[in-house]
């Protein structure tokens, strides 16, 4: 199992909090700087979280290489949005958190109110609210968020896994969206932290999963994660290959019962509509950029009663279905947080992910902002 976070020493007082905190802020495309900024305070509705963990994800390496998002983030701005700690500050009205409890701060929260939360799609939600900030010291968690979607850790739950609530919730919510029943035989395209996470859901949920993977090491974690059957795919291969190998782990080699693709490119999501049956489910998880464009032989999709399907972000319910799973210790956590390492190697543990095709190994790294040693003892 790997090391785990341990517990920060709870601020007894928010009027000890420092005035100045060390913290990543974004500038632009592979601009992230390690700075010096103001802690901040809580304001009514608030909470203020002393950071033990921040993940990094692909959407914040996404951002990084970018230098923005749309929705979530514009510099310059504080950075990351996977994390768990403890309440170092509470604002006026808040009733629920005390200073000193283990908490896990969502990244976003619906309204509530609109046309699509009123239809059970709050994570389409016409004003859904992002919180970044979460590689830093200490990290303000807005009012709506605390309200809607803050959740309590128990004592014997480690943080750093705790942290890996809100990637697993959009995992869920993808398998959820593909209505799959005990059983099925589910595909998953991708090895990268959600391709694996998605491989793992299936398998919980009682399907017989076919991993489609590129590299030596998410062939051995797809296996350890659930995977029935892993199709590797080599430099030697061509699409028709892959899909072709997928077909031959299904019964008459009629295809998969629901193919989810987790790669985000046009020809994987082409290649998960060929792999799946007759009136079966094609789920693309995977966002590729705006533009993108791919083409889809419309008699397939007719005669073969396919079912097209996308799925973006996740619920509240979500979020707190993915937490208990993970609480409850049917998610291999460990599996998950491949190294850990201090705010001041961010930008390095970002350039080991985007080389991770070398060698596959890098899944997530647990950035520690306020010094906790990966063997389990508190750095002051």
């Not at 390690?34 to 909470?47: F, H």
């Not at 701005?77 to 996977?82: P, S, T």
């Not at 990244?107 to 590689?135: T, V």
């Amino acid at each position: 199992m790997s090391p785990t976070v341990p517990d920060l020493i709870p601020t007894a007082d928010a009027a000890t909090l420092p005035k100045t905190m060390t913290a990543a802020v974004l500038y632009g495309q592979e601009d992230v700087r390690i700075e010096q900024v103001e802690v901040p305070r809580a304001k009514p509705g608030e909470l203020i979280v002393r950071v033990s963990a921040a993940l990094t994800c692909g959407t914040d390496l996404k951002v990084f290489r970018r230098g923005y998002h749309a929705k979530m983030i514009r510099p310059p701005a504080l950075f990351g949005h996977e994390l768990a700690g403890i309440v170092a500050e509470v604002g006026e009205g808040v009733s629920e958190f005390a200073i000193g409890d283990r908490v896990v701060p969502i990244n976003s929260a619906p309204c509530g109110d609109c046309y699509f939360c009123e239809r059970h799609q709050e994570n389409l939600c016409e004003d859904l609210i992002f919180n970044n900030g979460a590689y830093a010291e200490y990290m303000r968690i807005t009012p709506r968020i605390v309200e809607k979607n803050t959740l309590l850790a128990p004592s014997d739950l480690p943080l750093e896994f705790a942290a890996l609530t809100e990637p697993l919730a959009c995992a869920l919510h993808g398998l959820q969206d593909s209505h799959p029943r005990h059983g099925d035989t589910v595909a998953v395209i991708g090895g990268g932290p959600l391709g694996l996470m998605l491989i793992h859901a299936a398998a919980l949920y009682g399907c017989r999963v076919i991993a489609v993977v590129k590299y030596d090491a998410q062939v051995r974690v797809a296996r350890a994660l659930g995977a029935e059957h892993v199709v590797q795919i080599l430099s030697s291969m061509s699409s028709n290959d892959v899909t072709r190998a997928v077909r031959e782990l299904t019964p008459a080699a009629r295809g998969v019962d629901i193919a989810i693709e987790a790669v985000a490119r046009p020809e994987t999501w082409e290649q998960a509509v060929d792999m799946v049956r007759n009136g079966g489910v094609v789920n693309f998880f995977g966002g590729p950029e705006t533009g993108t464009h791919v083409q889809f032989d419309t008699n397939r999709l007719h005669y073969g009663d396919l079912t097209l399907k996308a799925t973006f972000h996740h619920t509240p319910a979500i979020c707190r279905e993915a937490f208990h799973l993970i609480a409850s210790g049917k998610v291999q956590a460990d599996q998950f947080i491949t190294g850990h390492a201090p705010l001041a190697d961010l930008k390095s543990a970002f350039a080991r992910l985007l080389d991770r095709g070398n060698d596959g190994n890098h899944i997530k790294t647990a950035i520690l902002p306020n010094g906790a040693h990966p063997l389990g003892k508190a750095v002051r």
